[in-house]
């Protein structure tokens, strides 16, 4: 009991399509298809970077891993949402918010570092191209990748252990499709400033700093790029930036819309708009972006899909 007439919560309730009763079928079939089309689109990245030697290069050894992540990514929210758009009662134990709260923020911040990685990648490939093979040898690459997901764990697992140290009380009901941090923190039955204040503080460190990374990386790439003499030359080396650059402004204009606002900022219709975007858009827009806007990938499976015999019989 928490001040004599309040009991603690044992689960959570999601309501974030409550009043949406009617379409929830719909709503269904939709993020089914969006789900079954992402994890499909990666799956098809990672085999065929797998199987195209052309494609063996630090900067698609990063795409693995980025499509790997993504999978995880939209996997640890939205089956479980999809569950919950068919079934009456959207309920989920405060353990199972807990392990989905540290998939999906460990899964954002090692997302944050390797799209952090990949903008260095770019800038030594353009602005330290002799250099290029011992400055992205394997071992750095490993490296780099490590590091991001180290990073990812080490400081999302402090963060949602000391996030579910807190007593939630009430009624239980989260106004979001699932744990996501500041919906859950909202419940707590004590006083959550200093809770909000680390939570803004690992925002600002750790998306902030990738972030900051990334961009004096491209400010480098452009001032190398606006010193190339031919257009064709200028060209080239933006097309090798440019699906990297709209993958990097849709993570981080969501992210940072959703986790550096103040709290007085923060309302439900917002915080699940957004949280579309960064769970369920942004990943299914992630396949498409690097084959329809990246000339190797296409390359690699139109070869890929001409050696088919079945292709080639018919």
């Not at 789900?35 to 990063?62: A, D, K």
């Not at 640890?76 to 989920?92: A, C, F, G, R, Y």
């Not at 219709?269 to 990938?297: C, F, Q």
Request: include cysteine; proline fraction near 5%; aromatic fraction near 12%.
């Amino acid at each position: 009991m928490m001040g004599g007439n309040q009991s603690l919560c044992t689960k959570f309730t999601f309501v974030a399509f409550s009043s949406l009763a009617e379409l929830q079928p719909v709503l269904f079939i939709v993020f089914l298809i969006i789900y079954v089309f992402t994890v499909g689109g990666n799956i098809i990245i990672i085999c065929l970077i797998w199987v195209v030697p052309s494609l063996h290069t630090p900067m698609y050894f990063f795409l693995v891993n980025l499509s790997f992540l993504e999978m995880c990514y939209i996997t640890s929210v939205v089956p479980q949402m999809l569950v919950h758009l068919l079934v009456e009662t959207k309920t989920i134990s405060v353990a199972g918010c807990a392990a989905q709260m540290y998939i999906f923020t460990i899964l954002g911040l090692t997302e944050c570092c390797l799209l952090a990685a990949m903008a260095y990648d770019r800038f030594v490939a353009i602005c330290r191209p002799l250099h290029y093979a011992l400055l992205m040898s394997p071992r750095v690459c490993l490296k780099l990748a490590a590091a991001s997901w180290v990073t990812g764990v080490v400081v999302e697992s402090a963060q949602t252990t000391w996030i579910f140290t807190l007593p939630f009380c009430g009624t239980g009901k989260i106004q979001h499709f699932f744990c996501d941090i500041m919906p859950v923190v909202k419940l707590a039955c004590v006083d959550t400033s200093q809770n909000e204040i680390v939570v803004f503080t690992v925002s600002v460190i750790f998306i902030m700093s990738p972030c900051f990374l990334i961009l004096c990386s491209y400010v480098r790439i452009l001032v190398t790029i606006l010193r190339i003499p031919s257009a064709a030359g200028r060209r080239k080396a933006f097309s090798t930036c440019s699906s990297h650059i709209l993958v990097v402004s849709l993570f981080y204009g969501t992210a940072l819309f959703t986790y550096l606002q103040p709290k007085t900022a923060h309302t439900p219709e917002t915080d699940k708009a957004t949280a579309l975007m960064y769970t369920v858009v942004t990943p299914g827009l992630n396949p498409v972006i690097y084959t329809l806007r990246n000339k190797e990938v296409k390359e690699a499976l139109q070869r890929v899909t001409q050696r088919n015999p079945l292709r080639q019989v018919a």
